[in-house]
């Protein structure tokens, strides 16, 4: 078989059932007709973004896929493929290239080397019958230990190349793998004797899926729980024992425990040290579980390191700790102190989360959004800047994988292609992105993909007619020359595409603008509400 339909009945055998993509790519029509569905983007970028997402919203059980052009297709994909590099999501990335004898050439752009440094494995095609040993060892790297881009490049001149038949590939094993037992002893120790202890949440509890072990362990040993942008979702955060979750902006109980904490137990995550995460206090006595052993000690130190699956760590921990512990503790005094500090944080942002004049608060858009939506059905994700910054910290998650929180690196225009791939991957839930003018100046031209590839998502636009968070940092280039503002009418642009587009301008319309809005998603038709902001610029940082 030629190479094409062998690459496709591999992609197939593996489950992934979508390739999004740019031509030219071959690659393209040979997996249309081996019944995989292709939905092309208006820039790569994007393309990889959905792909990310793909991954996320299934814990990487189904595995997003993305291909392109060789030469300036793959140039342009580069910013979507190191995202997700720095957020551990594990995408196979399948970029046309130059012919063989062209590849290493100068000045030609050549992937599989270009990718390397920010790829988990980057290998070109360059023999036909190792087509299955290439994927065998792909899908190994996407299906196990942490997550990340895999790099396949397959030359220009290798379409017309012949696969030995039959196909010798079968889809590869997933494994998992857990702690050393003397320290899971030795963690269960000091989480069972500490006086203020907090758990910390990453997104390896969701690749894990251990969400009902990690609401457990809490709720055994009385313990408050908070998470990353890209662990959100996987504690409930209506749980008395919920901090929230934080990046640059956090809810006040976080630094709050954080900062008061004997011992701090990270579990799925890297303790990357970030400017869109939580800053770990220093001197405190820190338990660290992660998938990838290069972490520990990376940006913290640790007292004990737990290197494994999140879900077998915490089912060892759950298993030493029941030997002493058989009864869940009474969380009442410390639920009793969470609660304090939410309603005073809360009571003190209150006047923004209900402001009632024009031009709208952003947050007031956002509280109204969340008491609107079915929040148990609802997939919702942010993007750079203010729209991050303004969700995170009120938005309370109750169910796993319903916030695509990310944050380590931070391009403008991320959340419109997570929000397509999430309904692509989870067509009932209701998707939302949340971006502001600036962000869709990068990426706004793909809510045609949505219209086009019929993709009823929900985009919740933030236009404050400024890139309001750099007001401060430019003052003189602003007052002589407007460098900060920008303009644009996106609900027409929406409307234009054939999308649903509404423009908002007054507070009490905020609510049935976004019902309206809901209800021509469920018509299959992808809505883009533009709400008229204030140029807001507070966030709750640590302190307020």
């Known amino acids: 078989m030629k190479l094409g339909t062998a690459i496709a009945e591999i992609m197939k055998r593996e489950g992934i059932e979508i390739l999004t993509g740019y031509p030219v790519n071959h690659l393209i029509e040979y997996a249309a007709n081996a019944d995989i569905r292709p939905v092309m983007?208006?820039?790569?970028?994007?393309?990889?973004?959905?792909?990310?997402?793909?991954?996320?919203?299934?814990?990487?059980?189904?595995?997003?896929?993305?291909?392109?052009?060789?030469?300036?297709?793959?140039?342009?994909?580069?910013?979507?493929?190191?995202?997700c590099y720095g957020e551990s999501v594990p995408v196979l990335v399948l970029p046309m290239g130059y012919a063989r004898r062209l590849a290493n050439i100068d000045p030609n752009f050549n992937s599989s080397q270009a990718m390397k440094a920010f790829s988990k494995s980057s290998e070109p095609i360059n023999i036909a019958a190792e087509v299955c040993n290439i994927f065998r060892r792909a899908f190994t790297k996407l299906k196990n230990g942490r997550g990340g881009p895999v790099i396949v490049e397959i030359p220009a001149d290798m379409w017309n190349e012949e696969v030995p038949e039959p196909l010798n590939y079968t889809p590869v094993l997933r494994t998992r793998y857990g702690a050393d037992p003397v320290h899971i002893r030795e963690a269960a120790a000091l989480l069972v004797n500490a006086k203020r202890p907090v758990i910390y949440a990453g997104q390896g509890v969701h690749y894990a899926k251990a969400w009902p072990q990690l609401k457990r362990l809490a709720e055994r040993l009385a313990i408050p729980v908070t998470s990353s942008l890209g662990g959100k979702s996987s504690f409930p955060e209506t749980h008395p024992l919920s901090l929230g979750s934080g990046g640059l902006a956090v809810p006040r109980a976080v630094p709050k425990f954080l900062g008061e904490?004997?011992?701090?137990?990270?579990?799925?995550?890297?303790?990357?040290?970030?400017?869109?995460?939580?800053?770990?206090?220093?001197?405190?006595?820190?338990?660290?579980?992660?998938?990838?052993?290069?972490?520990?000690?990376?940006?913290?130190?640790?007292?004990?390191?737990?290197?494994?699956?999140?879900?077998?760590?915490?089912?060892?921990?759950?298993?030493?700790?029941?030997?002493?512990?058989?009864?869940?503790?009474?969380?009442?005094?410390?639920?009793?102190?969470?609660?304090?500090?939410?309603?005073?944080?809360?009571?003190?942002?209150?006047?923004?989360?209900?402001?009632?004049?024009?031009?709208?608060?952003?947050?007031?858009?956002?509280?109204?959004?969340?008491?609107?939506?079915?929040i148990h059905n609802t997939i919702i994700t942010h993007d750079a800047g203010?729209?991050?910054?303004?969700?995170?910290?009120?938005?309370?998650?109750?169910?796993?994988?319903?916030?695509?929180?990310?944050?380590?690196?931070?391009?403008?225009?991320?959340?419109?292609?997570?929000?397509?791939?999430?309904?692509?991957?989870?067509?009932?839930?209701?998707?939302?992105?949340?971006?502001?003018?600036?962000?869709?100046?990068?990426?706004?031209?793909?809510?045609?993909?949505?219209?086009?590839?019929?993709?009823?998502?929900?985009?919740?636009l933030l236009n404050n007619f400024s890139m309001a968070i750099e007001l401060k940092v430019m003052p003189i280039s602003t007052e002589k020359y407007r460098s900060t503002d920008i303009s644009g009418d996106y609900a027409a642009m929406a409307r234009a595409f054939g999308g649903y587009g509404e423009r908002v301008t007054k507070p009490e319309d905020i609510i049935p603008a976004i019902k309206r809005g809901i209800q021509k998603?469920?018509?299959?038709v992808p809505v883009l509400l533009e709400f008229i902001t204030s140029k807001e610029t507070e966030v709750s940082r640590p302190g307020t």
């Open 386 to 460: 203010s729209p991050r910054d303004q969700l995170s910290p009120f938005w309370k998650s109750v169910e796993p994988l319903s916030y695509i929180g990310w944050g380590k690196t931070t391009q403008l225009g991320y959340g419109l292609g997570l929000a397509m791939g999430a309904k692509l991957a989870k067509p009932d839930k209701l998707c939302i992105n949340v971006w502001g003018d600036a962000a869709i100046g990068f990426t706004g031209m793909d809510f045609e993909t949505a219209v086009r590839e019929r993709i009823p998502i929900m985009s919740i």
């Open 261 to 374: 904490a004997d011992v701090i137990f990270g579990i799925g995550c890297s303790f990357t040290e970030t400017s869109f995460g939580i800053a770990m206090p220093k001197g405190k006595t820190i338990i660290h579980s992660t998938l990838d052993p290069n972490h520990i000690n990376k940006d913290v130190e640790a007292k004990i390191g737990l290197v494994g699956d999140a879900g077998l760590v915490l089912d060892a921990l759950l298993a030493e700790i029941g030997k002493t512990v058989t009864s869940d503790r009474d969380a009442g005094a410390v639920a009793a102190e969470i609660a304090a500090s939410h309603k005073e944080w809360l009571a003190k942002w209150m006047p923004k989360l209900t402001h009632n004049a024009a031009p709208l608060n952003p947050y007031r858009v956002l509280w109204d959004l969340q008491h609107t939506v079915d």
């Open 41 to 83: 983007v208006r820039q790569e970028r994007i393309g990889v973004h959905m792909a990310d997402a793909i991954s996320r919203v299934t814990s990487g059980e189904r595995i997003g896929a993305f291909c392109m052009q060789h030469g300036p297709g793959a140039e342009n994909a580069m910013g979507g493929v190191a995202q």
């Open 521 to 524: 998603t469920k018509e299959g």
